[in-house]
């Protein structure tokens, strides 16, 4: 290699914004300075070094043959890689170019089946954001406008693009950006300015896709939508492969045909992912069913984008219906969809020209699959279901005509080349047939001229055969090489024999080269029109697909109803939420699931949830939210039975302490969340909140709770489940017409034993709160104190000031007022006077003063007094609870 080698390098490198060169030098792709070492880190390959101009270089290489798989290894890890092919210079010199950038949102090679999303977000005139997704593995490309960054950020989310072009304005937002970077696993690629704006995005998808798109799709000329278009459309122009061919058509959604689901509920609900980050144990995981990649990734968006649309819905529960009730004629649909490829994917493939014969054949054996699942439906009691309208949607003569087409074409065990001919059956193309059958004549005349050569001229071991130095050739023993004829002329020896060649062997062997040669020529120029004319039917193949996949995901949910005992839930415009006997559809596949009711409507809109740590509240509320998803989702819900009024939305908040213990969230961030849910949700969303205002001292949280809890129930008018250790919100349910309340259930009776078994029964009313004092009476604590426990609770639940007992001196007594009109404590002295709102001392505070009331209390037996009333049952565990029992008892023994 020439000394300029690591110079050109460098310069192609200056050039590409990409993270990465590949540059190819002679059979290898090379990669020299930062870049070799980066590579080697990552791909464990052995570093040499390369000198140039004195100094010393690293260097790393792949052969030629082996770019793909080091290429998609780079990108999925998150690289964009440049790679620039070498070519020949007039004068003989080599030269190189860039034609290719390889990224994570723009790689045809992928060797994932999930969908692979490039997304562009541009923010617009007061506060609109647009949003642009493209999977350019199967030509999927939507567009769509959101109000606001919440919004912005929860569409991103559900689609979880692999890369992200943020617009000119995103760029400097650095909130927007930075919850982007924490939440999305994607690489930020930073694009020409200009390439977002509104002109040239508008021009570019004209250019594309025809001058009355917009209009037909319903967008606005200046919507910040199509500035995303446009900028995904130039980028993926820019990559230099033609797979934006098969980005046939652009698809406008409005955020209105799906339920909203923020980030963080999509988080908190464990769609696709745990809040661990596995997908095992998710909702989606848990589901799915499916047997080909495409009905996956359907299914997979079914659940992430849940429809409002009851008729949609509606047909999508009559065919989950149909099919989950037979059984036989759902098993014969999944065995018919086991012989289907990744349409999407084959025609995405044909379009960038990286599709060979096998992909031909995929397709041909792909479209075939529809007429057999409507042979597999006829007769059955799914020729009733919307399974045969789901099948009649791709244009089925046009599928017909080109899986005739290619029949025709190609033959069944076609080569992996497309060069080498061997491709087409006979009869495809009347040139390429006289090819075959001149270049098979010669070949019989080769393979029976060493017989004809031994006849002729009575020679004994004759073989006649090609290499590359010699070309064809006579080869005869050395005992008879002298008996040849004169016409023979010898062209080499060998040890045992002597080679020669004729006239007429030079003629037929200039022949069937050329011959051989117009026959590659013309296969491949065949084959490139077929693969073009069967990328430009890139719609009907998406059409097919699309088809295909929605009989999976749908023969899916069907199978997953049937083995789980799922319902049919009965979808209303109504309000209500009724579910008998509903379970956790994750929980209930590892657990022996104890199952619930839940009765939600307009007049009891607002539950409060109670119960003790642990005890199923948490997993009450996500089931909740989870058969609504899901009905929503078109699917059947594990319940006995239920009634599910469609939502708009649904919002989940954790409280930040629960959320903490996993060192995820902030306070700050919870109440941020809150504040999205408040202004957001509406009377027809559902809303979850587990424990929130937890994350901060006991009387701001409850005060938050509290007005929370108000503002949901007056003026948002939400569906609502809060599960609260805020004992006091349970009054509410008093003055509130629609809040009422529900308790997990508990058995644990005092003198039982020290068994609490969690019965996981969800029953109406507020928690027992003396739970915490059966435990500690059930753990021997002290009779005085377990009854003055008793007493402190009588006075806190009758909302009466409780004075403090002290024991000698003359301290004051001091009071504890909590006040239900104003939601918060007041501390009050016992000359009434207040002081002061919001201390974070406990309720009832005891005062080591002069004792006042009742029998006089020594100061440890004061001390562990004021350390129980201070221990929120509901906070710790039991065991941790125990504990401190034991040793409360301890020091009041001594
Ligand atoms: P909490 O929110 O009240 O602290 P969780 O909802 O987190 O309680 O549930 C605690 C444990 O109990 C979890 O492991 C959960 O799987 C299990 N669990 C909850 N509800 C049920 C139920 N109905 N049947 C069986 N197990 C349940
Ligand atoms: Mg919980």
Redesign the pocket.
């Known amino acids: 290699m020439s000394q300029g080698i690591v110079e050109e390098f460098l310069s192609l490198k200056a050039e590409t914004d990409a993270d990465l060169l590949m540059m190819q030098c002679g059979d290898f792709y090379e990669l020299f300075a930062d870049d070799a070492e980066t590579v080697a880190d990552e791909l464990d390959l052995t570093i040499s070094q390369k000198s140039s101009h004195g100094s010393s270089y690293p260097m790393a290489g792949v052969p030629l043959s082996e770019l793909t798989p080091y290429l998609t290894a780079l990108v999925e890890r998150g690289y964009r890689v440049a790679v620039a092919d070498q070519f020949d210079a007039e004068d003989g010199s080599k030269y190189r170019e860039i034609t290719r950038l390889a990224s994570p949102g723009t790689l045809v090679e992928t060797t994932d089946d999930d969908a692979q999303y490039l997304a562009a977000v541009v923010e617009g005139k007061s506060g609109e954001y647009g949003l642009a997704f493209a999977d350019i593995t199967t030509g999927r490309f939507l567009v769509t406008a959101v109000d606001g960054a919440d919004a912005a950020s929860a569409e991103l989310y559900r689609f979880a693009p692999t890369e992200l072009l943020p617009g000119p304005e995103v760029r400097t937002d650095d909130p927007l950006l930075s919850r982007l970077q924490e939440r999305l696993d994607a690489t930020h690629t930073l694009r020409p300015s200009d390439e977002f704006g509104p002109g040239r995005a508008r021009h570019r998808v004209r250019e594309r896709f025809g001058e009355s798109t917009l209009e037909s799709i319903g967008l606005d000329h200046d919507s910040p939508a199509v500035q995303a278009a446009g900028a995904i459309l130039a980028y993926v122009d820019d990559t230099g492969l033609g797979v934006s061919a098969a980005m046939s058509r652009l698809q406008h959604y409005r955020p209105d045909d799906h339920l909203d689901l923020d980030a963080t509920t999509q988080r908190n609900l464990e769609l696709v992912e745990t809040m661990q980050g596995g997908s095992e144990g998710a909702l989606f995981d848990t589901i799915d069913a499916t047997v080909s990649s495409p009905g996956r990734r359907l299914l997979r968006e079914w659940i992430t984008r849940p429809r409002r649309d009851q008729e949609l819905l509606a047909r999508r529960h009559d065919a989950v219906e149909s099919l989950a009730s037979a059984a036989l004629a759902r098993e014969a649909l999944r065995d018919c969809l086991d012989d289907a490829y990744d349409l999407e994917r084959l025609a995405s493939r044909a379009a960038s020209g990286s599709a060979d014969a096998g992909d031909l054949l995929a397709v041909k054996q792909t479209l075939a699959v529809l007429p057999a699942l409507e042979d597999a439906i006829d007769d059955t009691p799914l020729a009733t279901s919307p399974l045969p309208d789901v099948l009649a949607k791709p244009d089925r003569a046009a599928a017909a005509d080109l899986r005739e087409e290619l029949d025709a074409a190609i033959r069944d065990d076609p080569p992996k080349t497309v060069t080498q001919g061997g491709i087409f059956r006979e009869g495809y193309d009347e040139e390429l047939d006289e090819l075959i059958e001149r270049h098979e004549e010669l070949e019989r005349f080769l393979d029976t001229l060493a017989d004809r050569e031994k006849r002729e001229h009575g020679l004994s071991h004759v073989t006649v055969d090609r290499n590359k130095t010699d070309g064809y050739y006579i080869q005869v023993g050395k005992s008879v090489a002298d008996q040849v004829p004169e016409h023979y002329r010898e062209v080499k020896t060998l040890k045992n024999s002597k080679r020669f060649v004729t006239d007429e062997l030079e003629e037929k062997e200039r022949e069937i080269m050329r011959v051989e040669e117009a026959r590659g020529e013309l296969e491949y120029e065949l084959f490139e029109e077929l693969r073009e004319r069967v990328a430009a039917r890139a719609e009907l193949l998406q059409d097919a697909g699309r088809a295909i996949a929605e009989v999976d995901a749908l023969a899916s949910l069907a199978d997953h109803a049937a083995r789980n005992d799922w319902t049919r839930p009965e979808l209303t415009d109504g309000d209500a939420l009724h579910v008998e006997a509903g379970?956790?559809p994750v929980?209930e596949t590892t657990?022996?699931?104890?199952?619930?009711d839940l009765h939600l409507d307009r007049d009891r809109r607002f539950l409060i949830v109670t119960?003790?740590?642990?005890?199923?509240?948490?997993?009450?509320m996500r089931q909740a939210a989870l058969i609504t998803l899901l009905a929503q989702a078109g699917s059947f819900v594990p319940a006995r039975s239920a009634e599910v009024g469609l939502v708009d939305g649904i919002y989940t908040r954790v409280g930040a302490l629960d959320e903490l213990a996993q060192g995820r969230s902030t306070f700050m961030v919870e109440m941020q969340e809150l504040s999205n849910i408040l202004h957001s949700a509406t009377e027809d969303s559902l809303v979850i909140l587990?424990e929130v205002g937890r994350g901060t001292a006991t009387y701001d949280g409850i005060s938050i709770a509290w007005a929370a809890t108000e503002y949901l129930h007056n003026e948002v008018r939400a569906k609502t489940l809060f599960?609260t250790h805020y004992h006091e919100l349970t009054t509410l349910a008093d003055h509130l017409e629609g809040v009422a309340n529900v308790h997990?259930a508990v058995d644990g009776e005092p003198g039982e034993g020290n068994d609490v078994t969690?019965l996981?029964t969800v029953r109406d009313g507020p928690t027992d709160r003396s739970y915490g004092i059966h435990v500690a009476d059930l753990a021997g604590v002290p009779g005085p104190v377990v009854d003055r426990a008793g007493d402190v609770l009588d006075r806190l639940r009758e909302e009466k000031a409780i004075e403090a007992r002290g024991s000698g001196g003359d301290g004051e007594t001091k009071q504890a007022v909590f006040d239900l009109s104003s939601g918060s404590f007041a501390g009050a002295t016992s000359a009434g006077q207040p002081s002061g709102g919001a201390a974070d001392t406990t309720p009832e505070t005891v005062g080591d003063g002069g004792g006042v009331e009742g029998e006089a209390v020594d100061p440890e037996a004061a001390d562990v007094l004021e350390e129980l009333d201070g221990t929120d049952v509901a906070e710790i565990s039991p065991i941790e609870l125990m504990q401190r029992v034991e040793e409360w008892q301890s020091r009041l023994d001594e």
Not at 591 to 596: A, C, G, K, L, S
């Open positions: 379970r956790h929980v657990t022996e699931f104890v199952p619930n119960g003790p740590n642990m005890s199923g509240k948490s997993t009450y587990d599960a997990v969690f996981r």
